[in-house]
């Protein structure tokens, strides 16, 4: 069983909802990551954070915004999101941003 | 830029073959190379990493695998595979993924 948290694991929202996605771990990790992953595809990088900071911001539509309220959690806020954005989001984390990720088992996002 | 390239999409072997996947990459900086797997149903998991050292690494469930630095390879082995193998293996430099290789093994 995974050390990475997610939740929902699953969750349906409409184009005009407002809702987050949230992911916690306790292995004192100090980096910590959201990725997209579309069916039979790999996990696409979004979002990295090192210590509390934003470090790495792939491009990603404003309409997605993450959040690092501390070295635990990590929060993905999500507004007027679009159909195509539907995919399973994972959160990792690891020691360091060089260092193997540990996954959490995502949550399935549908956008209607 | 970064770029990670997994050759073969979708490998179907028979119980006790041989497997070998490959996976080339290009970056201008340090790199640091990882398997991960991924189980019918299951959350990514890492199978092995190489960060410096000697290039032939084993990782767990008996795979192993190669970097080559002057062909900017880091190829996946495991020299009899089992029905249980079937998952999706990913290689990744840092933090970015190839595309996958889909395994099926057959019993």
């Known amino acids: 069983d995974t050390e990475v948290t997610q939740t929902p694991k699953h969750l349906v929202m409409g184009m005009t909802n407002k809702k987050s996605l949230k992911c916690e771990q306790h292995?004192?990790?100090?980096?910590m990551y959201w990725y997209k992953q579309k069916a039979k595809k790999p996990p696409e990088l979004m979002f990295v954070?090192?210590?509390?900071?934003?470090?790495i911001n792939e491009s990603v539509p404003s309409r997605f915004s993450p959040e690092c309220p501390n070295s635990s959690l990590l929060n993905l806020h999500l507004h007027a999101l679009q159909p195509e954005d539907s995919a399973l989001y994972l959160c990792?984390?690891?020691?360091?941003?060089?260092?193997?990720?540990?996954f959490g088992n995502g949550t399935r996002l549908t956008v209607t | 830029a970064q770029s990670v390239s997994q050759h073969n999409h979708h490998v179907i072997l028979s119980e006790a073959a041989s497997l070998e996947l490959g996976c080339n990459y290009s970056?201008?900086?340090?790199?640091?190379l990882f398997w991960y797997v991924q189980y019918p149903g299951q959350h990514l998991q890492l199978l092995l990493k190489?960060?410096?050292?000697?290039?032939l690494v084993k990782g767990i469930k008996g795979f192993e695998a190669e970097f080559i630095k002057s062909k900017f390879s880091f190829n996946l082995r495991k020299p009899s595979v089992q029905w249980s193998d079937t998952a999706e293996y990913f290689c990744?430099?840092?933090?970015?993924f190839g595309a996958g290789t889909r395994l099926t093994v057959k019993p």
């Open positions: 190489y960060f410096s050292g000697d290039p």
């Open positions: 954070y090192s210590y509390e900071k934003l470090s």
């Open positions: 990792a984390s690891s020691p360091g941003t060089g260092s193997p990720l540990h």
């Open positions: 990744a430099v840092n933090m970015r």
């Open positions: 970056y201008g900086g340090t790199v640091n």
């Open positions: 292995m004192g990790h100090r980096a």
